[in-house]
């Protein structure tokens, strides 16, 4: 929190998001919880006492929130009464970038005919009013992050996600590691057709996979593991027959099961 001494008789508060969650406190919070945010803002004034020096000698007879750009919240108390919410209406102007679809003076204006408890209730309304367009925007912009979060993640399983229409896959890895997280991750029951090549030059290390009696769907599950930790390489018979020929064959048969039980010691 950042407390700032305006003058004498008023004290404006900065708060920011990591404030609010330390203090449990949203900004929907100032619309729907009274009781919270009287504990809150009492717990403010304390503090001001200790950063600032601030003693109100005949209580607060203004006391008000200002939502500002980056989450931010600015609450401003001070003992001027109607002269102390013109200056928190500059105060607000200036937050909005003086483009505000109003002017302190246009908006006091509104309350010269009324008592001094009628001009605090409307310049709470107002305020009020203030806070629920900013909460809006807010929760619309939250809802538009996500749904763009939401995308992205969509679109990252896309491109990980692989047709499989041919019965043999081959993938690379780039550790044993990578091979090993592959291989736990699958069901032990299912029986699946696999070798595991170790090409010495590239320090690759390439899985060959076969459907056998895996069904369509199973088998897309176990390829679609295999390009979360390794990569598609090819699905051409031939060149698993050229690995045969010049790679190293660390485990000709089940290499699945075989990798699951050493990672598994």
């Not at 509104?110 to 209730?121: A, C, F, G, H």
Request: net charge negative.
């Amino acid at each position: 929190m950042e407390f700032k001494r305006i003058d004498d008789e008023t004290v404006r508060c900065i708060i920011n998001e990591d404030d609010m969650k330390e203090y449990n406190i949203e900004i929907d919070d100032f619309l729907k919880n009274k009781g919270k945010i009287q504990e809150f803002l009492h717990k403010i004034v304390e503090m001001a006492v200790d950063e600032v020096g601030y003693n109100p000698k005949n209580g607060l007879l203004a006391m008000q929130v200002m939502p500002l750009p980056r989450n931010r919240l600015a609450i401003t108390f001070s003992e001027k009464g109607a002269e102390g919410m013109e200056d928190i209406l500059h105060q607000i102007n200036d937050a909005l970038g003086g483009n505000g679809e109003f002017t302190p003076e246009s908006m006091m204006s509104r309350y010269e005919d009324l008592s001094s408890i009628e001009k605090v209730e409307a310049f709470d309304k107002f305020i009020r009013n203030l806070i629920q367009d900013v909460t809006d925007e807010y929760e619309e912009q939250q809802y538009k992050k996500k749904k763009d979060e939401n995308k992205n993640k969509e679109d990252k399983k896309g491109k990980h996600k692989q047709t499989v229409d041919s019965t043999l896959q081959l993938y690379t890895f780039a550790t044993l590691t990578d091979v090993e997280r592959f291989c736990v991750i699958l069901p032990e029951s299912w029986a699946i057709r696999s070798t595991l090549f170790k090409d010495e030059k590239e320090q690759l290390f390439y899985m060959a996979l076969e459907k056998g009696r895996l069904s369509k769907v199973n088998f897309q599950f176990v390829c679609d593991r295999a390009n979360e930790y390794g990569k598609f390489h090819s699905e051409n018979q031939a060149r698993v027959a050229y690995l045969k020929e010049h790679a190293s064959c660390l485990i000709d048969k089940k290499a699945i099961k075989v990798m699951r039980n050493i990672a598994n010691g």
